[in-house]
């Protein structure tokens, strides 16, 4: 079968910007290492003093791997946090001495994320890399795919597949995956109507769709998919869900409340994470003092600040901010495919969580709101470089939100098991998070 090599037409040509970079990500999380490449840079490593010294002391066998292959083994950082193969230079000195073929998948392919879908080999970027962060938020377009070219890839053969589409034909929630999955991406980026419509209607299909295709779902009936993946489309009906949202002013506490609740537990467990600082920052300036906690600030109060803040954003501005979290949503919608949770429903409200927590952090930016007036004031010079520190804004709040939330399995698992023990994989809650 021959294979279409498939990805997004900002990351076709992505290159790590290496000692450019402003924050390598050869620091600060351990490196999974495969067991293949373990062995050769073994064999490499111990064959000069200095690096036997590094690999002896740095690099491990992982006592409880999860694949046995891909964890085999892990780097650790040194005192300083940093992978004690990066030089001075922010470079891999492995990869200057060796290159490429004895690296392990990770350093070698990050932040790239490689997919089989049937006969389409997909490339994605993850967001927790600022570069890809960049490319993705500030592309001209939402999403659209193009070819690329295997040989662009680090290693074109030896290349790690990090998930694969089931071809078991009995397999029903697989069997869909592509055709719902496209549909989810198309509503996404229909940006004639406003990111809360669209993430409504995502909430809306993926509540109906749910009732009978999700995991382990018996024979999907294709023409009743057809019909409400056809029907969440029809613009009718995304005017219904503009002007439901347009009336609606129900004031939920309980998405504030979830918010505020999981940026506590950040701040609480991974109090360097700069993410925990930006979050730290944001509760400050609601009022809340070094001593007293988080939880500490009446959510009421906390409501209103957001909301406040909210409100003095201009729909011009909202327009363009949501171009930002369009593209982010996409992004999580083409890469972490919906099929690793029981339905595109808990999928989707998952996603709504951590799109509130990056909203209530983004438009909580003490910069932000002096920035937006500046810019609606400025002349067509100034607002080039009123635009760039909007852009910057937006891109580090988003790569650290991916590298502390996103990517951090272990965390993402913990929201998920508080979020269904309070029974809130239910539509009744989606507004709250949808509007937020
Ligand atoms: S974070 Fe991205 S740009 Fe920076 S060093 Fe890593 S791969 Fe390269």
């Given at each position: 079968?021959?294979?279409n ?10 290159e ?32 000069d ?96 795919l ?30 869909n995956f592509r055709l719902?999955r ?18 409504y ?6 509540q ?7 995991r ?19 613009k ?31 701040i ?133 939100f ?26 009744d ?8």
């Open positions: 079968m021959s294979l090599y498939k990805t997004p037409d900002y990351f076709r040509d992505f790590c910007l290496g000692s450019d970079c402003p924050d390598t990500c050869c620091q600060h999380w351990e490196v999974k290492l495969d067991r293949s490449h373990y062995h050769l840079l073994q064999e490499k490593m111990l064959q003093e200095t690096e036997k010294g590094l690999f002896e002391n740095y690099i491990d066998v992982n006592e409880q791997p999860v694949t046995g292959d891909h964890d085999y083994a892990f780097i650790r950082m040194n005192n300083e946090g940093s992978c004690p193969m990066l030089s001075k230079n922010k470079l891999c000195s492995l990869h200057d001495r060796y290159g490429i073929e004895p690296l392990g998948d990770v350093c070698a392919f990050y932040p790239r994320v490689i997919s089989r879908c049937g006969a389409d080999m997909e490339l994605s970027g993850a967001l927790s890399c600022p570069q890809v962060a960049r490319l993705c938020l500030l592309s001209k377009r939402p999403f659209k193009s070819r690329f070219n295997v040989s662009q890839l680090p290693r074109s053969k030896d290349y790690p597949i990090q998930r694969e589409l089931s071809q078991n034909p009995f397999d029903y929630y697989a069997d719902v496209q549909k989810l991406l198309e509503l996404a980026v229909y940006e004639d109507f406003s990111l809360n419509v669209r993430l209607a995502l909430a809306e299909l993926g109906r769709i749910s009732l009978y295709y999700h382990d779902c018996k024979a999907v009936d294709s023409k009743r998919l057809g019909k409400d993946l056809q029907q969440v489309m029809d009718g009906n995304l005017n219904n869900i503009q002007n439901y949202l347009a009336q609606d002013d129900s004031v939920n506490l309980f998405a504030m409340l979830v918010v505020r609740a999981v940026l506590e537990i950040k609480t467990q991974f109090p360097d994470e700069k993410l925990s600082q930006i979050a730290k920052k944001t509760f400050a300036s609601s009022g809340m003092d070094s001593e007293s906690s988080i939880s500490d600030l009446p959510i009421e109060d906390v409501q209103k600040a957001y909301d406040k803040l909210r409100q003095r954003v201009s729909p011009a501005m909202n327009k363009k901010i949501d171009r930002y979290f369009t593209r982010y949503l996409c992004n999580c919608l083409f890469r972490e495919w919906y099929f690793t949770m029981p339905d595109t429903f808990t999928y989707m409200q998952m996603l709504f969580i951590r799109m509130a927590m990056l909203r209530f952090l983004f438009y909580s930016e003490p910069r932000l709101l002096p920035l937006l007036k500046q810019y609606e004031q400025a002349d067509r010079d100034e607002r080039s470089q009123l635009q760039t520190e909007l852009d910057s804004l937006a891109i580090n709040l988003v790569y650290n991916a590298r502390a939330v996103d990517q951090n399995m272990s965390f993402l698992q913990l929201v998920y098991t508080a979020v269904s023990e309070q029974d809130m994989f239910n539509f809650y989606s507004l709250a998070f949808v509007k937020f």
